[in-house]
């Protein structure tokens, strides 16, 4: 949907390529901005070819970053990592793939852990 809207405008633009020509996060477990009500088992990220997922840090907002296991950089649509149990509070998870077009790529999942009180 997007894609086509932007293909149709490069005629007008500029020699630089269009944004379109990158691959994206698709959607991601937690999604952004979920609240959870339980320390989630893992973090699952889907894009829409298949990258390389170079970086993936996760901070506690006001605090440490987590320390996530050593993964394989390797070149896939989806990649799964496994979380230690994380306090309540809110949580940045910080994404950098290199594109399937070669360009470096980011973005944040915020999400929160908010047990619900007895
Ligand atoms: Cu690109």
């Excluded at 994380?86 to 399937?100: K, T």
């Amino acid at each position: 949907m997007r894609r086509r809207a932007l293909l149709l405008l490069v005629p007008l633009a500029t020699a630089a390529p269009p944004a379109a020509a990158h691959s994206e996060l698709r959607r991601s477990v937690p999604a952004a901005g979920a609240v959870l009500d339980r320390s989630p088992e893992r973090i699952e990220l889907h894009f829409t070819e298949r990258v390389r997922l170079t970086a993936l840090r996760l901070h506690r907002v006001g605090g440490d970053e987590i320390a996530l296991p050593r993964r394989t950089i390797r070149e896939a649509t989806s990649e799964t990592i496994d979380l230690p149990p994380l306090a309540p509070g809110d949580y940045r998870a910080e994404w950098r793939i290199i594109s399937a077009d070669g360009h470096p790529v980011g973005g944040v999942i915020p999400f929160r852990v908010e047990p619900r009180r007895p």
